[in-house]
């Protein structure tokens, strides 16, 4: 399972999308919009973050990615 996300620099905004045709969308939006100061993103800034399978562990490792893509940590003993 895949999922798409973008990131500033400060990582102080962060976007995730179900599929890369919607991140796509919202780089063209927010290429458009004022508010975003020099902020232009392209299909090259689109990251993927990828869970190989639906189990538990699966899940909680894709946790802990976007606690990381975040600027957090959440706490993972069982797979630490």
Known sequence: MKFYY???????????FKTKKAALDWIKNANTIDDWE???????????LFVPHLTKSALLDAFHEISLIVG?????????
Do not use: G, H, M
């Open 72 to 80: 957090n940590r959440i706490n993972l003993p069982e797979l630490d």
């Open 38 to 48: 020099n902020e232009v993103f392209t299909e090259y800034d689109i990251q993927v």
């Open 6 to 16: 973008l990131e500033d620099i400060n990582k102080e905004y962060i976007q995730f």
